[in-house]
């Protein structure tokens, strides 16, 4: 079973988190300070931890810097920074830290557990990356970037093909455009959500034989937006082929 500790002192998201996570199949372990989360993750043995930056006693970035310091098997284990401090410094800062990612408060649970797995997937190295989708009459080689309505070609630019990825990792999973963001673009692009929606609005129009209602490429008001398949659609390659964010040309 995966094991994630999360280190988050205010109670409800606290709990929150730790009702997300549970009901996500993780085993859980929580505190809600910082030497309590560097004695346990230094102690126990974590898939995962989740940390907040703006702690009481020990601040995250400390915490990190001692998990890592550690020379146990703890050192290793990805971090997942929270924080209500988005500023670019501070996430420069975490990241030099040694964090595998950094999610600014407020976020939605939802995309939280997105980046949870991806984090995951990267750090286990053992999961197959999506190569090939088939969905009504659409057949789309990832990676090949070829795609086909009833044998017949499609021209699809090559950011679509790394946005249909994002899909094809979670199918028929609602999916945020912060984690389209983050995994078809990277954030060192400085893209905003709405060239996110642009760039499915689209798709949509190259994939949906009605764009304006649209059968496949979904938005989930509020959420984001989710291709709707099942995993049977995929077809996925070697364990651990490719890696995270993967990037279309610029």
Not at 111 to 140: K, N, T, Y
């Amino acid at each position: 079973m995966t094991r994630i500790l999360v280190v988050e002192d205010d109670p409800s998201i606290r709990m929150g988190l730790e009702d997300t996570l549970t009901a996500k199949g993780y085993v859980v372990e929580v505190v809600g300070r910082g030497i309590e989360g560097v004695e346990r993750a230094t102690s126990g043995r974590f898939d995962l931890v989740v940390l907040d930056v703006m702690l009481p006693d020990l601040d995250g970035f400390e915490v990190c810097r001692r998990i890592r310091a550690n020379r146990g098997t703890a050192r290793s284990v990805p971090v997942i920074f929270l924080s209500a401090r988005g500023a670019e410094l501070d996430r420069v800062r975490g990241l030099e830290l040694g964090a595998d990612d950094y999610v600014t408060k407020p976020f939605s649970l939802m995309e939280l557990l997105a980046r949870v797995a991806s984090v995951l997937r990267r750090s286990q190295g053992e999961v197959a990356e999506p190569v090939a989708l088939a969905f009504g009459d659409l057949e789309i080689d990832l990676a090949r970037q070829v795609a086909t309505r009833g044998g017949a070609p499609i021209e699809l630019p090559s950011r679509a093909y790394a946005i249909l990825k994002v899909f094809a990792r979670r199918p028929g999973e609602v999916v945020s455009r912060d984690v389209l963001l983050d995994e078809a673009w990277g954030y060192e692009d400085h893209t905003n959500t709405r060239t996110v929606d642009n760039h499915l609005v689209k798709l949509r129009k190259a994939l949906e034989v009605e764009p304006d209602r649209p059968r496949w490429l979904v938005t989930i008001h509020g959420a984001g937006y989710k291709l709707d398949i099942t995993r049977e659609a995929v077809q996925f390659g070697a364990p651990g082929a490719g890696a995270r964010g993967d990037r279309s040309p610029r």
